[in-house]
């Protein structure tokens, strides 16, 4: 089946730095997004995409649609304490899995004050 | 407007016992629902989606079983408990392309 691969797995970096992360896959996706999920919530939707090449920023972060339509990017700048939590990709392919999104197993970061 | 409600927040079940878990949906009619589960804070796995009263797919096989009984209604069941159970439950609902998530059971089966 589909699969998304996110890296890196997790990061420990300190408050002020950038970072960056991806997920790939051997398949083509319509629609790429980027979730964010707090200790103890529910994941909620930072960023989608929509088209190849797309470089969308929401405040502090920004994600691209890669241009073969396999990856995506999440860049996130200066970051601060509360970016601490689990991102995750998603992808969307309207042809397959019945139109569900396939998930990357998430990058947890780690802001050091 | 459109929200999820997901309940309880936490539980703490011992091994042999039945679980219900219970995500409703309000604004919207006919939506596509999911079950994940995620242990020790890592991915989303996905167990159940329905796209009707009725309807359930499941994903992987395992203890628990899902019901919708209404179309707003989704439920995560299990008749006995195993401690491999315990994780973080999220329902979800879609929202034109992505998924509105609620805000999650934390199961620990003692």
């Known amino acids: 089946g589909q699969q998304l691969n996110q890296s890196p797995q997790s990061m420990f970096i300190q408050e002020g730095e950038d970072v960056s992360m991806n997920c790939t896959s051997s398949?083509?996706?319509?629609?790429w997004l980027w979730y964010k999920q707090d200790p103890g919530e529910g994941p909620v939707l930072l960023i989608a995409?929509?088209?190849?090449?797309e470089l969308t920023s929401n405040g502090r972060l920004t994600a691209q649609f890669g241009i073969t339509r396999k990856d995506s990017f999440l860049n996130i700048s200066a970051s601060i304490p509360s970016d601490v939590g689990i991102y995750f990709c998603?992808?969307?392919?309207?042809?397959?899995?019945?139109?569900?999104?396939?998930f990357g197993k998430g990058t947890k970061l780690s802001v050091k004050p | 407007s459109q929200t999820i409600h997901q309940w309880p927040a936490t539980l703490v079940q011992p091994v042999g016992s039945p679980l219900s878990l219970e995500c409703t949906v309000e604004?919207?009619?006919?939506?596509?629902l999911y079950w994940y589960r995620q242990a020790a804070g890592r991915g989303l796995q996905l167990l159940f989606y329905?796209?009707?009263?009725?309807?359930i797919s499941s994903e992987v096989p395992q203890n628990l079983s899902a019901s919708r009984p209404q179309d707003r209604q989704f439920i995560l069941s299990s008749k006995k408990l195993l401690l491999s159970d315990s994780g973080f439950y999220l329902c979800?609902?879609?929202?034109?392309?992505?998924?509105?998530f609620g805000s999650g059971t934390r199961l620990t089966v003692v």
């Open positions: 979800a609902w879609k929202t034109g392309v992505g998924y509105t």
């Open positions: 398949s083509i996706f319509n629609t």
């Open positions: 329905s796209v009707g009263i009725g309807q």
């Open positions: 998603a992808g969307l392919n309207y042809g397959g899995s019945q139109g569900n999104l396939i």
């Open positions: 995409l929509y088209k190849a090449g």
């Open positions: 604004g919207t009619s006919n939506p596509n």
